[in-house]
């Protein structure tokens, strides 16, 4: 499976997830914050510490993959069986790479929904003084 690291609502490409080790739910002691099933039988869920656990049999066995961080995934979304889409808070590479674009889309003379949350996105990114710097914001 090939997964998307997200932050703020924008993709980042992460290295394929290296190492999986089947586990027990009993086992799992962290909260879980999304799950995503884009078929009957593949599934998966998210939460703190960074985890990814997976189920390829409707939930019966979960395999638990290891993501590289400890930081925890907040949402996800899954477009097939082979690409989901996982969400943390953290400020990522997807913001340095859309955040230029996105900040000069939003301020197009053209008439726009309200997009009250792309629009504190940039608002964040307003703050940091690299994006001050490369954009003039």
């Known amino acids: ?16 997830l290296t190492r999986a080790e089947p586990i027990e739910l009993a086992e799992v002691r962290q909260n879980l ?9 593949e599934g998966w869920m998210v ?7 997976h189920t390829r ?8 993959q290891d993501a590289g961080t400890k ?9 097939d069986a082979n690409t989901a889409w996982i969400a943390g808070k953290d400020f990522t590479i997807a913001d340095v790479a859309l ?6 889309c939003l301020d197009f ?4 929904p309200a997009l009250s949350n792309l629009k504190a996105w940039r608002e964040k990114l307003k703050e940091r003084p ?3 710097k490369a954009t003039g914001a």
């Open 33 to 41: 914050f999304a799950t995503c099933f884009p078929s009957d039988k």
């Open 1 to 16: 499976m090939k997964l998307v690291l997200v932050a703020l609502g924008l993709l980042c490409v992460a290295p394929t």
């Open 109 to 112: 003379p053209i008439a726009l």
């Open 71 to 79: 930081r925890p995934f907040l949402a996800m979304a899954c477009l």
């Open 57 to 64: 049999d409707g939930g019966q066995t979960w395999d638990r």
């Open 130 to 132: 690299a994006f001050k």
């Open 47 to 53: 939460g703190e510490l960074g985890r990814i656990f």
């Open 99 to 104: 955040g230029p674009i996105m900040h000069r």
